[in-house]
């Protein structure tokens, strides 16, 4: 098939390098014009696992990155709409990127396309593109045909490649069952053991992509809260969450105890939840508790390192291992380290900071921030730090040198918002460690 890709981040480029890889011939578009450029010569600048490679393996044979819309529209069968849909400034969800698209599919279409909205949309707003779509070809005075679908995405960043290759589950929401073969016929390979399709209206398409998002950060706030409650009373999370994961209707997926999610889908989904359930007149109370806990749960973890010096940050350093929100990306969007870093600067501390990919995207962010210190090498940050903080899971983190980490550090004090170590083994290395939901000793 021949499959135009509009929206060339991290969701468009890897459906586009995933299909073309497949033996379709992809047609990826960007209004990023030196974006396009870059990948046109093979360079990608989105850590993603597998996606580098899967890009130059395919690259000019089978996968194409054009800045002309207009060609790659008319070269291709099936359109697939990828731009971001970021969240406002009120919280609600940004459809200005995606509108411009479905109104430069409008303005270039000459024959019959299927149109394709992957990006994540609140429920109604597919429909919402078709119209503004088939507002600009009436605009046109011509006679063109289009069916439009809801295929929403649900790659992990750091998975996304092996999300995309291997679904649990493929969502595709549709008006006209005649779509069902080509679905069928273009997700093919991706089903290969046993059928992944899901075919559905397009409301409960759009709709299915947000309750899965909020779901998931429900389970991760809930262990959060009852984290609060175990180190209150004395318990151990850690047993805790065995526990109740060894319970197949919880299982352990998303209940490890954190210091909160971070990434632009979970903020922005259930944002968008709230905002549109409340125009419709319907409070979404569980949702926004949800999001109250993840942030009460940042302040909740920083807090302990204040109070461990005393209110005395000023003049104080600490070393940072893990920027990205998860291990396996360079995307900080809404992660805690950017939450972390303004709080310790207006405290007039100084922070060192290593992360194996995201250093400098928080770069970027904090050009102007004297007190921040890059490292490449996360012992070297550790050195002369008053204490270590450890935000991201990178598999590095699991088993370091602990008599180097000790000897760097002008404290044995390490907290841990991801509860990597053995908190017995640490006390007997002379470390003072501090867990989410885990009494110190």
Same mark, same amino acid.
């Given at each position: 098939?021949?499959?135009?890709?509009?929206?060339?981040?991290?969701?468009?480029?890897?459906?586009?390098?995933?299909?073309?890889?497949?033996?379709?011939?992809?047609?990826?578009?960007?209004?990023?014009?030196?974006?396009?450029?870059?990948?046109?010569?093979?360079?990608? !600048?989105?850590?993603?696992? $597998?996606? #580098?490679?899967?890009?130059? &393996? *395919?690259?000019?044979? @089978? /996968?194409?990155?054009?800045?002309?819309?207009?060609?790659?529209?008319?070269?291709?069968?099936?359109?697939?709409?990828?731009?971001?849909?970021?969240?406002?400034?009120?919280?609600?969800?940004?459809?200005?990127?995606?509108?411009?698209?479905?109104?430069?599919?409008?303005?270039?279409?000459?024959?019959?396309?299927?149109?394709?909205?992957?990006?994540?949309?609140?429920?109604?707003?597919?429909?919402?593109?078709?119209?503004?779509?088939?507002?600009?070809?009436?605009?046109?005075?011509?006679?063109?045909?289009?069916?439009?679908?809801?295929?929403?995405?649900?790659?992990?960043?750091?998975?996304?490649?092996?999300?995309?290759?291997?679904? !649990?589950?493929?969502?595709? $929401?549709? #008006?006209?069952?005649?779509? &069902? *073969?080509?679905?069928? @016929? /273009?997700?093919?390979?991706?089903?290969?053991?046993?059928?992944?399709?899901?075919?559905?209206?397009?409301?409960?398409?759009?709709?299915?992509?947000?309750?899965?998002?909020?779901?998931?950060?429900?389970?991760?706030?809930?262990?959060?809260?009852?984290?609060?409650?175990?180190?209150?009373?004395?318990?151990?999370?850690?047993?805790?969450?065995?526990?109740?994961?060894?319970?197949?209707?919880?299982?352990?997926?998303?209940?490890?105890?954190?210091?909160?999610?971070?990434?632009?889908?979970?903020?922005?989904?259930?944002?968008?939840?709230?905002?549109?359930?409340?125009?419709?007149?319907?409070?979404?109370?569980?949702?926004?508790?949800?999001?109250?806990?993840?942030?009460?749960?940042?302040?909740?973890?920083?807090?302990?390192?204040?109070?461990?010096?005393?209110?005395?940050?000023?003049?104080?350093?600490?070393?940072?291992?893990?920027?990205?929100?998860?291990?396996?990306?360079?995307?900080?969007?809404?992660?805690?380290?950017?939450?972390?870093?303004?709080?310790?600067?207006?405290?007039?501390?100084?922070?060192?900071?290593?992360?194996?990919?995201?250093?400098?995207?928080?770069?970027?962010?904090?050009?102007?921030?004297?007190?921040?210190?890059?490292?490449?090498?996360?012992?070297?940050?550790?050195?002369?730090?008053?204490?270590?903080?450890?935000?991201?899971?990178?598999?590095?983190?699991?088993?370091?040198?602990?008599?180097?980490?000790?000897?760097?550090?002008?404290?044995?004090?390490?907290?841990?918002?991801?509860?990597?170590?053995?908190?017995?083994?640490?006390?007997?290395?002379?470390?003072?460690?501090?867990?989410?939901?885990?009494?110190?000793?």
């Amino acid at each position: 098939m021949n499959i135009g890709i509009i929206g060339s981040g991290n969701v468009g480029l890897i459906t586009g390098a995933c299909f073309a890889d497949v033996g379709n011939k992809v047609f990826c578009y960007d209004i990023n014009l030196e974006k396009i450029k870059d990948l046109s010569k093979g360079v990608v !600048d989105i850590y993603e696992p $597998g996606l #580098d490679s899967l890009v130059n &393996k *395919n690259l000019n044979s @089978s /996968l194409f990155f054009e800045s002309d819309l207009d060609m790659v529209i008319s070269k291709s069968d099936i359109i697939f709409l990828t731009v971001g849909t970021p969240m406002s400034k009120a919280g609600e969800t940004n459809m200005e990127f995606i509108y411009n698209a479905a109104d430069s599919v409008g303005k270039y279409i000459n024959n019959h396309k299927i149109i394709i909205v992957k990006s994540t949309v609140p429920a109604s707003q597919t429909h919402a593109i078709k119209n503004r779509i088939q507002k600009r070809i009436n605009n046109r005075k011509i006679n063109v045909k289009f069916e439009i679908a809801n295929n929403p995405e649900f790659l992990k960043e750091g998975k996304g490649i092996s999300d995309f290759m291997s679904p !649990d589950r493929i969502i595709v $929401g549709i #008006d006209n069952d005649n779509l &069902k *073969n080509i679905f069928e @016929s /273009l997700y093919r390979p991706f089903s290969v053991n046993h059928e992944k399709l899901i075919f559905m209206d397009i409301l409960s398409s759009e709709l299915t992509k947000y309750a899965s998002n909020a779901m998931l950060a429900t389970k991760i706030s809930f262990m959060n809260e009852i984290s609060i409650l175990a180190e209150k009373v004395g318990a151990d999370i850690n047993n805790i969450r065995k526990g109740i994961g060894s319970d197949q209707r919880i299982g352990y997926s998303y209940i490890y105890p954190s210091v909160g999610y971070g990434g632009s889908c979970f903020k922005k989904d259930l944002n968008s939840m709230i905002n549109f359930s409340d125009k419709l007149g319907h409070s979404l109370e569980i949702i926004k508790a949800v999001e109250k806990v993840n942030l009460n749960q940042r302040d909740y973890f920083i807090n302990k390192i204040i109070d461990e010096f005393e209110n005395k940050i000023s003049g104080r350093k600490f070393a940072v291992w893990g920027l990205s929100f998860k291990p396996g990306t360079n995307d900080v969007r809404e992660s805690v380290s950017i939450y972390l870093i303004n709080k310790i600067l207006s405290l007039k501390g100084e922070l060192n900071l290593y992360d194996p990919k995201a250093n400098n995207n928080i770069k970027n962010l904090f050009y102007d921030a004297d007190s921040l210190n890059y490292f490449d090498d996360k012992y070297k940050a550790a050195e002369s730090a008053d204490a270590l903080i450890l935000l991201t899971e990178w598999p590095e983190f699991r088993s370091p040198d602990f008599d180097l980490l000790k000897s760097n550090l002008n404290n044995p004090i390490i907290f841990d918002g991801r509860n990597q170590f053995n908190k017995n083994d640490m006390k007997k290395r002379g470390f003072k460690y501090f867990q989410i939901g885990v009494p110190v000793i």
